[in-house]
């Protein structure tokens, strides 16, 4: 169980971006400005984001009005489930942190839109793609999580 688990915080974040489609060049050549913090929020609360592992596995995360956040990512054979907090900064910024995954350290990303995707740029520190994207989050919790 343990290597399951070191697995999993390894490749799971509060969204797991199976490959980086826009580059940091791509995003500052658009000239997109950052969400606002209003918008961040009406985009994530109460929803669902479904994204990937760069392995392929599915990964869900739930976005509660209440700033709780939980977590599923699946593979064959298992799956793993986590908890823990979210919130938008004044500025914008969508952080969280999990109970276990990504070793219960607070992450924090600036968002803008591009193209129809929703575009991370990471804001303190990242083992992976400076900038990322991925699909928009589906209201409610599509997961039962």
Do not use: H
Not at 8 to 15: E, L, N, P, Y
Not at 79 to 87: K, L
Request: glycine share 8%.
């Amino acid at each position: 169980m343990r290597t399951i688990a070191a697995t999993a915080t390894a490749f799971v974040s509060i969204v797991v971006l199976a490959a980086c489609q826009t580059t940091e060049t791509e995003l500052k050549e658009s000239g997109a400005p950052p969400l606002s913090a209003a918008q961040v929020s009406e985009i994530f609360t109460d929803s669902t984001l479904r994204s990937e592992t760069q392995k392929g596995n599915p990964v869900y995360i739930y976005y509660a009005p209440d700033g709780a956040m939980k977590g599923l990512v699946t593979w064959k054979g298992g799956s793993e489930r986590d908890a823990g907090r979210w919130e938008v900064s004044n500025d914008g910024l969508l952080c969280a942190q999990w109970d276990t995954w990504r070793e219960a350290e607070r992450s924090c990303w600036q968002l803008y839109t591009m193209d129809g995707k929703l575009v991370w740029e990471d804001r303190v520190n990242s083992d992976g793609p400076k900038v990322d994207d991925s699909d928009m989050p589906e209201k409610g919790n599509t997961m039962d999580l």
